[in-house]
Every structure is written in structure tokens, then in C-alpha cells.
């Protein structure tokens, strides 16, 4: 047994190898095209320039960050340092730097590549859709293949080098660490930008989306990029090591550690890998084509590669069992199903949509009202299929035995994560073809290429809202399993310390509804203090956009450039500042509840945490959703078109949107998982020295 | 023993006589003063009669209802009639009945001193504040006194004649179907009137709020008066019953059903219903005193009286524990404490009012996101509220013995409805004083009667925010007294079944947890369909003023009177289509999920429901609040004052949070008690036929 893991071992590495290599082919491919528009060059360099601005102050404010928080392990984790075990401690620091690391290289590489293809896109629609789609699609596609190749790296070394998976869940830590100043700090950048830019831009001074003349349009693009291209990344990444970290502690806690569970993690990570980079090779789409069902289908093919794969796998390899294989399937089938039920809820060809368009022309409060509604109600399917696929996968694997149950759970999560190289790929094309339609529009492309870079740019808004409602999906399962992951992390710390381990957390216990109840309330806090931050903001640069339309002369007129620079330099500043204190919250909290009620209280917390914070991501992405797409609805002429008075409600409503979709709802994945994790990392302490 | 049990049975009828001849002596009291003003006279009597319409329709419907579910009961609750004890079934649905009776009753004569005291207070108003304050708060005591009067009624008598305390389940189902119809029914009226007439007249036709030519002016009076009245009432007397009827179950459950505890719950009962009778007849305002603080005083009056009496009957019977007199005074004080700070984000003299009505000058996007983001941060203090004192009241009752635990929380929760007879008599206080200042508006009483008014009126916005923050709270305990009643139930049934007993719900079970995901979107789900439903309502209201005003000559001038009755019709008839919908799919909901998990999922599912349940009860009624405040606070003069751009951005706030904080927030503490009740009636069937 011992060597069919060395085997996987071996097999993770060149799978990453072969993902690297295609990475740097699909780069170099992006990178032969030139650029001819001078114009596009310019502006293409200005976004890349502020996108690199805002990645080396996140880094730069990150690295301090994980410095300190790497000292607090070295000395608390796995456990004081006074109690001996250095060597676990050293290694679960640089597990934690390993892990913050390897994110950001995913995530830098994944700007450049993004912020390359965006104009040489913009310049391909001139000729064809064909072309056009395909630089997007494969420069995004660099960011998914690098993001789930350092992820199965970082893992693989990490359990190869210390053969420890406590260790892993530091390695997981530091990924959330960068994830959560990556997305939430992102987050209120993208948002920051876009809301200031439309504010000022399409309502008081009606210029279009993309004027030039807007000082916000720079960073707006910028915004894009960093929120989504990298946001995203860093959040995917962070849910798939999770869920691998996850299922590899639950693993070696089942029956002393039956390598043949280990194993099969790794097999499916690398197949599922694998599955990405053969679905990344064969997507395109025909001359006169349709983007949107290009994007989808590669997501098929994909999905149902890893099916066949993993189904071989589990035939050739002895040891490795059906039911577990039948987890991890309806894992993947229920992400798909979740991700169908959202787009029902956000697409503008379906009802809902439609209704909220509709309410828009009785005036804003009805356009908020409704969105808010379906928002709510949009929720039900998903929280079903979480709760199904739980169900199925924990009965599926109960027979195995002991304990066997929740690794089945584990395995649906990382059977939903399997395809996440082809999601992010998919994701990441939505930034880029969005860039390049503004940039179609700044370099005066014409209209048959700014209607063509619309086409790409609406399917990149599609397929997103599929993909959201994925990695939601996703990091509820995975959450699920970092619940198991902290009972096997505390029942060790009990056994350790000669006390009695625990069965479960019971409802009925008062330590544990205490937790449940804080729990729940923190993902609600932890987004009002983003959306807050976002608005404070935002108006810091609407003021900025006020004072140079004021003192800048021939700005108006477009005689004279803006200063792009300084609205940039508010965005990055202000996002770094407001999402510090948020995420200090939830650990804090996290913190202050293990202390008082010790492990049954953070049981109940993580509970709470997780339930309500997955109800308001799922309210959160997909109202926000629901009122940008109604907005393009009536801007597309339905309700009196652009201009009427359901046209302005349908803005107020995609601009309430904005911070829900793109800065709290997606956020609110991260707040979990870093939550789990500081709860699993810190459970020896809880044991220890809590008052309860 | 027995014998102090039926000394206690004595003094709940004794004291229930006290409350009534105190109410009949207040009804007087208030009828003696007769009306001058004819406009006046004939307003308010177009405002009963529109009041009596909704409540005879509502009884009506609510009728049929109740009659299809006593048939329900006699067949199947407590168990199945072939099974036998067809006397309990008898009882049960004759417990049913009464339940649906009393609560309608308090509830119809609530509403007619409401409407009888309205017209006086505003021509007092004319006189002296401090006559007027004292007619709102008299009128408005009639209905807590009632309210609190019947529910002790009712369950003194339902167990002095049947001894059993599941029939009790039985009486309280009967209270919340009541207050399902006439809270969330209701709640759907008062907004549809008041979002329609606000958007027709003030933002259309520029016409103040009480103006006479508006055709939905009277449904928006009689809204007042059937939803913050009659609704409020029909809630707080289902949480009373409910919190009363779970420490019964359990006192029953305990060691053999020590009759102490049982007297012991009929003792605070009783003594909370006397310290309000007391709080009531001693308040009053100084002749330019201040309305808010003499309504807050007499608060905390009843409080202490409350805590005095109690800790006396504590120290003279015995068997008497002061242990779970502390733990229902912590409630008490709990709650105490959640008033007080939902005060704080809903004051307009604090910042939090302020802010949000400084971000709407930015525009009414920044007035939706920093009010939803406040609101979500409101929730926080309540949760811990609620957690602490759970958490305190079972610590301090678990020493006596088995089981005692949970009798605390559910004593704890008994604590906190004690003074439920002075919060019901402050919140329908808030109705009256709205319509005497529309009746002084309509009857033209001059600007310094109507500066009164306004005064008294503003002193009912602030309390209201502070008892429905009482009254969430109350909610949140008494639910979590319904679950632990639920487990006693369920346990009864396994061991009439001869089946193993079950020690609590494990969160870590995929059954319970498959619960726990459901429950908690029922509440989003819930909510989302009685905002859709005011959405749809107001919009065919809208469409009927519209038509009035195109087709009624000379209505724009004032010459022509509108047809109010029309309006009031659209309220009605929508209102309760709209609601039955809502209220089905949380109890089909329920037994789905218990005819397929079993017990063990639906207490999952009851943990869900109230967790997200008063997570999003508390933020929605907060963030309504604040955004009723915020606009007052603007209309006062601040960020421009009235018309300013901030103004109308705050008038679109309010219109959002109307039914947020009027129709589904306070109606998600009913869709709570409802589900619960579904399951703790229904257990002994889930035990028998559940799937899993």
C-alpha cells in the first residue's frame, strides 16, 4: 500500500508538470499576437500598470501580516512550543508560508496573463469572434491551470515532506489567508471603482460606461482584474486545498490511517486536474458560434471526463471502493445541478429577471424589493442540494465503516472542486472579454467589434453566475468536511490530554447553541463590514472624480487626460484599510468563543457560521446577479429601454448589486473557511484552556 | 402539593378577573370623552368600519381554516383516532378552537378601542398633551391587558380540565394559526396601503401623507390598526401561550411531573400579568413632559415589580427554586438589554440614523446599502442576548437535577414575556397616536395640535423599536423551549413505541444536518414571498388610484371625495391571498422534511429555522426601523431636509424597509412558532412513518 502512494505521489508531480507545461504554451500562444491599436496599447498598459499597483500593496501588507501570523504558529501550533515538538512547529510556519506563497505566484501569474489578453482580445474582435473567444478563454485558462497545479504542489509536497496532515491544514491556513485579502480586498477594490465610476459617469454626467474621460475608468478595469481574475483565484484555490487538506486529515484518522484513502485523494485531485487541461484543450467555438454554449459545454466535457476517469481508476485500482467513487460523483453531478438552478434565478432570458425589470417601472423601492426576494428564495435549491448531496454521500459511506461517512462527505466536496481548473478558466475569461469590450470602446474599434466584444462579454456574465453558485456550493461541502476535520484535531487533543473524546455536538447543549447562535451572526457582521467598507470608499473617490471634473480644465471636453493614478491609488489604499477589521472580526470572535465555551462551542459556531453564511453568500451572489442582468435587460429595451424611469431604478438596483456580488457574497466562502481553519489549528488551545 | 396547584389555578382566574374589570374600567374611560369635530368623527368611523371589514374577512377565511384543521386534529393528533383515546383527540381539537377563539377575541376588541380611542386622542391633542398621551396609552392597554388575560385564561383552563400539557401544544397551535392570519395577514394590509399611498401621493402627486384626497389614506390608517394592533397582538399572545405552554410540557416531563415546577410557571405568570396591570394604571406623562420617557419608565416599572414579586413568591412557597428565579430574570433582563440596544440603531439621535442618512446624499443606492449593512450588524448584540441568557439560565438550573436545564431557558423565556402586558400596551399605543395625527391632518386641527401629535407619534416609533426587539427576543427563547418541548414529545412517542429514547440532536448526523440546511431557508423563503406578496398587492392598489384619479372628476381638485372602499377591498382580499401561500409551503416544508429524516431531522430543522429565523427577523426590523428614522431624520432638516436629493433617496429607503420591519420580520416569530408546533403535534407520527 505503501507504494501505490509513493506512486500517487509521483503521478500528482507530473500532472502538475504537464498542467505547467500547457500553462506556459496557452502564455506563450496569448503573448505571439501583437498589439497594433496604439491607443489599445496605452490604455491595456495603464490597467496592467494599476493592477500591479494594487497586487504589490496587497502583498506587501499581506507579507507583514503572514510574518506575524507565521510567529504565532511557530510558537502556539500545533501546540506551545513550551510542551515540546519544535520541529512540528517549524513546519507548520512554513506550511503556512508555502501556502501564502504558492497562491500569490497563481495569482500574480494570473494577472499578467489576463492583463495581456485583454487588449490583444479587444483587437482580435475586429476580426473574428472565433479568435477573439479564444484569447480570452486561454489566457483565462492560464490562471485556472496555475491555481489548481500550485494547489495539488503545495499538498502533495507538503504530505510527502512532514507525512503529517495536521501540517496540511497550515498549508490550507496560509492559502486563506491570501484568499481573504485577495477576494474581500479585491472585492472592494473592483467594487470601489465600478460604483464610483458609474455614479458619477453614467448618472450625473451621462458619458458612457467606458468614456475615457472618466478619472474612475482605469480602475475600474483594474478592478476587474484584481477582484476577479485574482479574487477569484485565491478563493478557489483556498476551497480546493481545503477540501484535499480536509479529506486527507479525515483519511489518515480512519482506522489508523489506511493509505488506500490517502491515495485515493490524490488520485482524484490529479484526475480531476487531468480532466481541466483536456477540457481546456478542446474548447472553442465555431465561426458564427455562441460563446456562452462553448463555455458550458467545455464544462460537460470536462465533468464528464473526470467521471469516466475516476471510475477507471477506481476498477484498476485495488483497495479503492465504489461507494467512495459514488460520493465524489454525486458531488460534481449536485455542483452542476446547483449551478443550473442559479443561472435559472439570473438569467435574462427566464422570468425572474424579467419580473424584477418589470417592477423597476413602479420605481427603485420595488426593483430592491424584488430583487431581494428572489435573492432569498434563489437560496432554497442550493442549501437542498448541499443538504442532499451531505446526505447521500454520508449514507453511501457508512458501511465502509467506522468513520468512513464523513470522508464520504469529504469526497463529494473534493468531487465538486474536481473540476475547478476548468472554473476558473471559464471565470477568469469573464474579466478579461469585459476588459476588452472596454477597451474595444476606448480605442474606437467601431461598432461591429464593440458588438462582437459585447457577445463575448454577456456569456462571460452568464457562465459566471453558474460558476458562483459552483464554488458556493463547493465550499459548503468542503466546509462540512473542515467540521470533521476539527472533531478528528480536538478528539486528538482530548486523547492527548487523557480526557474523555467527544461523540458529537448535540443542539441541545447550551455551549452549543451559544456557538451556533454567535456563529451565525458573524458571516452577517463580516458582510455589512464589507459592503460598509465599500461605500465609505467609494465616496472617497467619488469626491476625487467631483474635485477633477472641477479643477481640471478641458477635462469635460476630453481635451485633457485624468489622473487616473489617484483613483487607483484611493481604490487600493481604502480596500486594504476597510478589510482589515473585518477580518480581524471573524477570527477574533472565532477566538472568543473557543475560550468561553471551549470545542463544543466552536462546534456549534462552525455550524452557524457555515449555515447562515451560506444562505446570505447564495442571497448575496445572486441578487446581485439577478439586478445586473435585469439592468442590461432594460437596457436591451424592454420596460421604455435606456433612459426611462425603469432604466434608473434598474441601476440603483445593479449598484446595491455590486458589493453583494462582487465583494460580500463571495467573501463570505473565505470568512468560513478561514474560520474553520483557525478553529482546527487552535483546537489543542480550546482543549486546554477554555472557561467552560 | 396538588393543593398549592390549585391555590395557583385560583389566583390565574383571580388575576385574570383584576386585568379584565381594569381593562373594561379603561374602555370606559376612554369612551366617556365624546368627539367635537365631525370631519374627525367621520374618519375615524370610516377607519372602523374599514378595520371591521379586514377582520370579519380574515375570521372568516381563518374560519374555514381552523375548521379543516380541527378535523385534521380529531383524526390524527395526538395519535392517530384507530389507535384509540379519542378523548384526547376530542380534547385537542376543542383546545385547538379555543385557542383560534380567545386570541380573536382579544384581537377584535383590541382593534375596537383602538379605533374608538384614535379620534379622541387627536381632539385631545387640541387640548393638552398630557390628556392625550394618557387616551393613546389607555386605548392601547385595553389590548395588552385583554391579550395577556386570555392567554392565562386559556391555559389555566385547557390544563385544570384536561391535566394534560400536550393538549396545551394543542391551544397554543390554535394562537399561532390565529397569529399567522392576523400578523403576517395584516402585515401584508398595512403595507400595501402604505407603500401604495405613499408612492401615489407623496412621490407622484406631491400631496402630504394624510391627505384626504388619496384614495388609500383610510386603508393605510386602518392598516395601523389591523396590522400593529390586532397583528401584534395575535403574535404576542402566540409567544405567550407558546412560552408558557414549552415550560408546562417540560415542568410536566420532569422527575415524574413535579407539581411545584408547574405551579411554579402559573405563579410568574400571574405575577407578570399583575406587575403590568400595576405598570399600566401608575403611567402617565407631566404636563409637558416627555411621551417616550414615560412610556420607557413605565417599562421599567413593570420590570421591577415584576423581579420584587417573584423573588417574594420564591422566598414564601416552598419547593420554589431561586435558581430558576434567576434564570427567568436574566431573561427578563436580557431582553430588557436587546431593547435597549436595538434602540441604539434605530434612534435618530443617535449616529447610526445619522449616517445612513448622510450616505443618501449619495443616492438612494448608499441609503439601501448602509441601511441593509447596519441592519445586519444590528442582529448581532440580540444574538448574543439571546445565547448568553440560554447559556446562564441552564448553567444555573442544571444543578437541581435532570431535565432542569431546559426547564430554565424555557423559565428564562417566561421571564421575558412576563411584562408582556405593558409591551403590547406601548406598541399599540404606536397606531393610535399615527392616526390621531392623521385625524388631525384630515380634520384640520391647526399646526400646534398636530405638533403634539407628532410628538406623541414620534415617542410610539422609538418604543416600538425597543419592544420589537423584546419581542424577537421572547421568540428566540421561547423556540428554543418549543425544541427542547419537541424532544419531550418525540421521546414520549419512541417510548410508547418501545423504542430506544434520543439524547439530543448531533450536528455531525448528515439527518440532523439535512434538517438544519432546510430549516434555515424556510425563513428566507417565507419572508421573500410576503415582500413579493406586498409588491404585488401595492401594485394593484397603485393601479386603482391611478384609474380613481384619471376617472373621478374633480378628485385632483379635493372637490370629489375618492372611494376609499375600494382600496380598502384590494388590501384585504390580496393580503390574505397572498398570505396563505406562505404560510403552507413553511408547514409543508416541515412535515417533508419530517416524513423523510424522521425526528432527528426535524429538530435539524428546527435549530435552522430559528437560528436564520431571527437572524433575518432582527435584521429586517432593525433596518426597516433605521430607515424610517433615517427619512424622518432628513425630513427634520438634516442633509437638505424635505425635497433634497437625500430626502428622496431616504423616502425610497423607507418604502424598502416598510415591509421588511412591518410585514415579514415581525411575521418570521409566528412562521417560527407555527413550524414548531407542526412538529412537536406531529411527532408521535414522525416517529411512526418517517422514511430514514
Chains 1, 2 share one sequence.
Not at 449555515?611 to 436591451?636: H, Q
Amino acid at each position: 500500500m505503501e507504494d501505490n502512494l509513493s506512486l500517487f505521489y509521483g503521478l500528482s508531480f507530473l500532472t502538475v508538470a504537464i498542467a505547467f507545461a500547457f500553462a506556459v504554451y496557452l502564455y506563450l500562444w496569448v503573448r505571439r499576437e501583437k498589439i497594433q491599436n496604439r491607443r489599445i496599447e496605452e490604455i491595456a498598459g495603464l490597467i496592467k500598470e494599476g493592477a500591479d499597483t494594487f497586487i504589490r500593496r496587497e502583498y506587501k501588507i499581506l507579507a507583514s501580516f503572514a510574518a506575524v501570523v507565521a510567529v504565532i504558529i511557530l510558537i502556539l501550533l500545533p501546540q506551545p512550543i513550551w510542551k515540546g515538538g519544535i520541529i512540528s512547529n517549524i513546519s507548520m510556519a512554513l506550511a503556512y508560508i508555502a501556502g501564502t506563497v504558492l497562491s500569490a505566484i497563481a495569482g500574480k501569474i494570473g494577472i499578467l496573463v489576463a492583463t495581456l489578453s485583454n487588449g490583444r482580445t479587444a483587437e482580435s474582435a475586429d476580426k473574428s469572434l472565433r479568435e477573439a473567444f479564444l484569447l480570452g478563454f486561454r489566457g483565462g485558462a492560464v490562471m485556472g491551470l496555475l491555481v489548481v497545479g500550485c494547489s495539488l504542489l503545495g499538498v502533495t509536497a507538503v504530505l510527502m515532506l512532514t507525512g503529517d496532515t495536521t501540517i496540511l491544514l497550515g498549508f490550507s491556513f496560509g492559502a486563506s489567508s491570501l484568499a481573504l485579502f485577495a477576494k474581500a480586498g479585491g472585492g472592494i477594490f473592483t467594487k470601489t471603482a465600478d460604483v464610483a465610476a458609474d455614479l458619477t459617469g453614467k448618472v450625473e454626467l451621462g458619458i458612457p460606461e467606458d468614456d475615457p474621460r472618466n478619472p474612475a475608468v482605469i480602475a475600474d478595469n483594474v478592478g476587474d482584474n484584481v477582484g476577479d481574475v485574482a479574487g477569484m483565484g485565491a478563493d478557489l484555490f483556498d476551497s480546493n486545498v481545503a477540501a484535499a487538506a480536509s479529506a486527507l486529515v479525515i483519511a489518515q484518522s480512519l482506522s489508523g490511517g489506511d493509505l488506500n484513502n490517502i491515495s485515493m485523494v490524490f488520485c482524484y485531485s490529479l484526475l480531476g486536474l487531468l480532466s481541466s487541461v483536456i477540457g481546456i484543450a478542446t474548447a472553442r467555438v465555431g465561426k458564427n458560434g455562441n460563446p456562452t454554449r462553448a463555455l458550458n459545454s467545455s464544462t460537460y466535457v470536462t465533468t464528464a471526463i473526470f467521471l469516466v476517469l475516476t471510475a477507471i481508476a477506481t476498477a484498476v485500482f485495488e483497495g479503492f471502493s465504489w461507494r467512495i467513487w459514488g460520493a465524489s460523483s454525486v458531488g460534481l453531478l449536485v455542483g452542476v445541478i446547483i449551478g443550473i438552478t442559479t443561472d435559472y434565478f439570473t438569467d435574462d432570458t427566464k422570468p425572474i429577471v424579467q419580473k424584477v425589470a418589470h417592477a423597476s417601472a413602479s420605481g427603485p423601492a420595488f426593483t430592491i424589493l424584488s430583487g431581494t426576494a428572489y435573492g432569498f428564495i434563489s437560496a432554497l435549491p442550493a442549501m437542498i442540494g448541499i443538504a442532499v448531496s451531505a446526505l447521500v454521500a454520508y449514507k453511501l459511506c457508512q458501511p465502509i465503516g467506522d468513520g468512513y461517512a464523513i470522508f464520504g462527505i469529504s469526497m463529494a466536496a473534493v468531487g465538486m472542486l474536481s473540476i475547478v481548473g476548468m472554473i476558473i478558466s471559464n471565470d477568469a475569461y469573464g474579466p478579461i472579454v469585459d476588459n476588452a469590450r472596454g477597451l474595444a470602446e476606448m480605442g474606437g474599434l467601431g461598432e461591429e467589434t464593440i458588438r462582437i466584444a459585447d457577445e463575448l462579454d454577456s456569456a462571460g456574465n452568464t457562465v459566471k453566475a453558474v460558476t458562483k453558485g459552483f464554488s458556493i456550493g463547493a465550499a459548503g461541502l468542503t466546509v462540512i468536511s473542515l467540521l470533521g476535520a476539527f472533531m478528528s484535531e480536538v478528539n486528538a487533543a482530548l486523547e492527548s490530554a487523557g480526557r474523555p473524546l467527544i461523540e458529537g455536538f448535540d443542539i441541545m447543549s447550551p455551549t452549543v447553541f451559544f456557538g451556533i447562535m454567535i456563529g451565525a451572526a458573524v458571516p452577517a457582521v463580516f458582510s455589512a463590514m464589507l459592503i460598509l467598507g465599500v461605500d465609505r470608499n467609494a465616496e472617497r473617490m467619488v469626491a476625487e472624480i467631483h474635485r477633477q471634473f472641477n479643477t481640471i480644465e478641458g477635462l469635460r471636453e476630453g481635451r485633457v487626460k485624468p489622473d487616473y493614478g489617484r483613483c487607483i491609488d484611493i481604490a487600493a489604499s481604502g480596500a486594504l484599510r476597510e478589510l482589515i477589521p473585518a477580518g480581524l472580526m471573524a477570527i477574533l470572535m472565532t477566538l472568543a468563543v473557543g475560550f468561553i465555551g471551549g470545542p463544543e462551542s466552536i462546534g456549534g459556531f462552525l455550524l452557524g457560521n457555515i449555515v447562515s453564511g451560506l444562505l446570505l453568500a447564495l442571497f448575496m451572489s445572486n441578487s446581485g446577479g439577478l439586478w445586473d442582468n435585469s439592468k442590461k435587460y432594460v437596457e436591451a429595451g424592454a420596460e421604455g429601454g435606456k433612459g426611462s424611469e425603469a432604466h434608473k431604478a434598474a441601476v440603483i438596483g445593479d449598484t446595491v448589486g455590486d458589493p453583494y456580488k462582487d465583494t460580500a457574497g463571495p467573501s463570505i466562502n473565505t470568512q468560513i473557511t478561514v474560520v474553520s481553519l483557525v478553529s482546527s489549528l487552535s483546537a489543542a488551545l480550546f482543549v486546554a484552556f477554555s472557561i467552560f
